[in-house]
């Protein structure tokens, strides 16, 4: 754990600049609005560690493929969520001096995210190498009422000198991605121009041809009064800039301000872009800044309203839920069915901003009870769009007849990862998905989608499953070989139990939903039939078959559900028995050592036991977590959560709240030595399970809310909100007993 940051029930603070973790803080205080996002880089040169990050929602590079050795079936590429133009840049100089945050002395420094309000602010004084000391403040917010601009506020302030401040806003399109495979350049420059107090770039992705462009509009204010300075302005390839010089007295303070208006190709035609762009930057800029941070602060308080969490007598776990939440809302916010969620949403590049089962295994259902149906509909379409690729997928691999593989790791519903036990082996996604379109029927009652889009996805996915065993004559049952379960730290396994009981399960429920299609909906069973060239008859026939055969392994004599063949040959022992200094074993141990040991990455058979919770016996899941469990070193963000749900379920309170606390504060408190690469977004939603599933209890059966909740005994209350059937129920628990409302 790695604990620099103050607690506080709204707010991130970092109090005097942690040099060392300052890419982490570029990670936890990133500020994005759904359409972009921005890494904590700071506004002025800086040539210290950072990682630069700005990013455009749906905009990636397909990177060449880098791989030891090539297998057939490998996508060519991998999808990379891209640098994107620098939109923040300003160039600053006292008195001739350039500032460069890394060589002067700070004091008095000061970085906050205010999670409330939506703004991040950096304060702090400067002591430049010529002794010159300047106190200054940048504000800065990516609007989430207007969601093509941002704006920031540069204040500075001589404190002990008289001279030349200058300002150099400017935007910069020639970046670079730092996990680039081949350090190739991913933009190319389109168009860029300037005027006084004004600019714009335009640059297009290559390959993928996506155009994205960036407008600003600047305006500067003498102690407190706008004042009209003589604008320089230069531009050239990939950049545009402003420039204004000043003398400003010791004492008064001058302030920047710079509107930025950010959009893309996929909103609007190349020929419009430049000046969609202006007219954003002109926008924010009629409305002021003060204005627009209203507006900010009205529309996180429509959010709060709804998804807000509240936890008395623990600031540091209501200081991450909200943390938790926040970073959720500024990822995703159900506006464009073309997007997704990106594990790193825009924090990072790692994971390539792309889809990945965590979006149904984890996002789906904080979005469905904290916003409109619709979004978690959204969700869901974009899985339905992308059958065609997962058709096309399965076919690359052998498959046929229409079975649908989804990706692993997909931008466009192509797969675009490449270790090949992760491309090919782990198919639970499948079960995922399909999960997904089952548990938002069981959440909103909305039939109607299976008939729109949802049985068109089980069909594929059934078929899959059902090309994808094989009888084995010697267990007289059906098999399932080569697979890589949740738990990636064990490869190329046969029979992953939680994969073979999702696959069974998966059959049924496509069988359960072509019923109900067959009774309320047969025009468009009808339909489907005649497009898929669906032939129940003998189809049905082989899915049944495998349901009623298919092997799951158990240890004799227990309840024990085996993770996969051979793994209670191994030398089982408590991670517990580990040291300190091999944790995280991923970071010091060989891959050869992780995959010969007993340790799991995260929740495998567990995971299991959690999606189908009804399907067992308390008694079961207790037997299994308290045999799993301790061997889970919880190295994917996406564990603790799960195992906080079912340890808070089985009435094992400390666990669960350890597992919260773990999970809330996975990049707070940096646990797994990785926040300077990004946030673990898609666990956040996580996060926001083990309160509600987890402490809460809800569960949804029958159409109903149902709620068994414990109250962790470092708490005096909690509560929360969920949406459901259109109306907010609202749920408070304290030491005298549980309310709910509506
Ligand atoms: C996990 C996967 C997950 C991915 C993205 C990996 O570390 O093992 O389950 O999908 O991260 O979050």
């Known amino acids: 754990m790695i604990q620099y940051l103050t607690t506080h029930p709204w707010k991130i603070i970092e109090e005097g600049f942690k040099r060392k973790h300052h890419r982490s803080s570029e990670s936890i205080f990133s500020i994005g609005n759904g359409r972009f996002g921005q890494r904590a880089n700071f506004e002025e040169d800086y040539s210290g560690p950072t990682l630069q990050g700005s990013y455009v929602a749906g905009v990636y590079y397909p990177d060449k493929t880098r791989v030891g050795w090539?297998?057939?079936?490998?996508?060519?590429?991998?999808?990379?969520?891209?640098?994107?133009?620098?939109?923040i840049g300003i160039r600053i100089k006292v008195e001739g001096e350039d500032v460069d945050f890394a060589k002067c002395i700070t004091s008095n420094f000061r970085r906050e995210l205010n999670m409330r309000e939506g703004y991040l602010v950096r304060t702090f004084d400067l002591e430049m190498p010529s002794g010159k000391i300047i106190r200054a403040e940048a504000k800065r917010f990516c609007s989430m009422a207007d969601d093509e601009t941002a704006a920031i506020r540069y204040a500075i302030t001589p404190l002990n000198f008289t001279g030349t401040i200058r300002f150099q806003p400017y935007l910069d399109g020639d970046v670079k991605n730092h996990d680039s495979n081949y350090e190739e350049k991913f933009w190319e420059h389109v168009h860029s121009a300037s005027s006084p107090a004004s600019g714009v770039v335009v640059c297009r992705t290559r390959k993928t041809e996506f155009d994205v462009a960036a407008a600003m509009r600047i305006q500067v204010e003498l102690n407190g009064k706008e004042i009209i300075p003589t604008y320089h302005h230069s531009h050239a390839d990939f950049f545009a800039e402003n420039n204004i010089e000043r003398e400003v007295h010791q004492g008064e303070t001058m302030v920047l301000y710079k509107y930025v208006g950010l959009v893309s190709s996929l909103n609007y035609s190349r020929e419009e872009l430049a000046n969609a762009a202006q007219k954003a930057a002109e926008r924010a800029i009629k409305s002021g800044f003060d204005s627009m941070l209203k507006m900010q602060a009205e529309s996180w308080s429509k959010i709060w309203d709804l998804a807000d969490i509240v936890i008395e007598g623990d600031d540091e776990a209501q200081q991450a839920i909200r943390f938790n939440i926040f970073h959720m809302n500024?990822?995703?916010?159900?506006?464009?069915?073309?997007?997704?969620?990106?594990?790193?949403?825009?924090?990072?590049?790692?994971?390539?901003?792309?889809?990945?089962?965590?979006?149904?295994?984890?996002?789906?259902?904080?979005y469905m009870s904290t916003k409109d149906q619709k979004v978690a509909r959204q969700l869901l379409v974009y899985r339905y769009n992308q059958l065609d690729k997962a058709i096309e997928n399965a076919q690359k691999l052998g498959f046929k007849n229409g079975a649908a593989l989804y990706p692993m790791v997909t931008m466009n519903g192509e797969e675009c990862h490449n270790e090949w036990e992760i491309t090919f082996e782990e198919i639970h996604r499948n079960g995922a998905i399909a999960y997904g379109i089952f548990n938002y029927i069981r959440y909103t009652g909305d039939e109607k989608y299976?008939?729109?889009?949802?049985?068109?996805?089980?069909?594929?996915?059934?078929?899959?499953?059902?090309?994808?065993?094989?009888?084995?004559?010697?267990?007289?049952?059906y098999v399932m070989h080569g697979v890589t379960g949740p738990n990636e730290y064990e490869n190329n396994v046969n029979n992953n139990w939680y994969t073979s009981y999702f696959a069974k399960w998966c059959l049924q429920y496509t069988i359960e939903a072509m019923e109900l299609l067959k009774s309320q909906y047969p025009d468009a069973y009808g339909a489907k039939v005649a497009r898929y060239a669906f032939d129940e008859t003998t189809e049905v026939k082989r899915w049944k078959d495998i349901i009623d055969n298919m092997y799951l392994g158990q240890l004799e004599g227990t309840e024990i559900r085996i993770q996969h063949d051979g793994f209670m040959d191994k030398e089982l022992a408590p991670a517990s028995a580990l040291s300190e200094s091999e944790r995280p074993i991923n970071q010091h141990w060989s891959w050869d050592r992780i995959l010969r040991s007993c340790y799991i990455k995260q929740a495998d058979v567990l995971q299991g036991l959690y999606f189908f919770e009804d399907h067992f016996s308390k008694e079961v899941i207790r037997e299994n977590f308290d045999f799993y469990e301790p061997m889970t070193v919880h190295e994917s963000s996406l564990s603790p959560c799960v195992h906080s749900i079912l340890a808070a379920l089985l009435g094992q309170e400390d666990k669960a709240y350890e597992m919260?606390?773990?999970?809330?504060?996975?990049?707070?408190?940096?646990?797994?030595?990785?926040?300077?690469?990004?946030?673990?977004?898609?666990?956040?939603?996580g996060t926001w399970m083990s309160i509600v599933q987890g402490f809460g209890g809800m569960r949804v059966n029958n159409g109903q809310l149902t709620f068994n909740p414990i109250l962790p005994k470092q708490w005096k209350a909690y509560s929360f909100n969920v949406l459901f059937n259109g109306k907010v129920v609202k749920v408070a628990v304290n030491k005298d007993g549980v309310q709910i409302s509506e």
């Open 330 to 366: 500024q990822t995703y916010t159900g506006e464009d069915a073309r997007l997704n969620i990106g594990p790193k949403g825009f924090t990072g590049e790692k994971y390539g901003g792309s889809t990945y089962w965590d979006t149904e295994a984890y996002c789906l259902p904080f």
């Open 450 to 477: 299976l008939s729109e889009f949802g049985w068109d996805v089980l069909l594929g996915i059934a078929r899959f499953w059902s090309q994808r065993v094989h009888w084995s004559k010697a267990r007289q049952q």
């Open 660 to 685: 919260y606390m773990r999970t809330s504060r996975l990049d707070l408190d940096d646990y797994n030595h990785e926040a300077h690469e990004g946030l673990h977004i898609t666990s956040m939603a």
């Open 70 to 87: 090539w297998k057939n079936g490998y996508p060519e590429y991998f999808a990379k969520v891209l640098n994107s133009v620098n939109w």
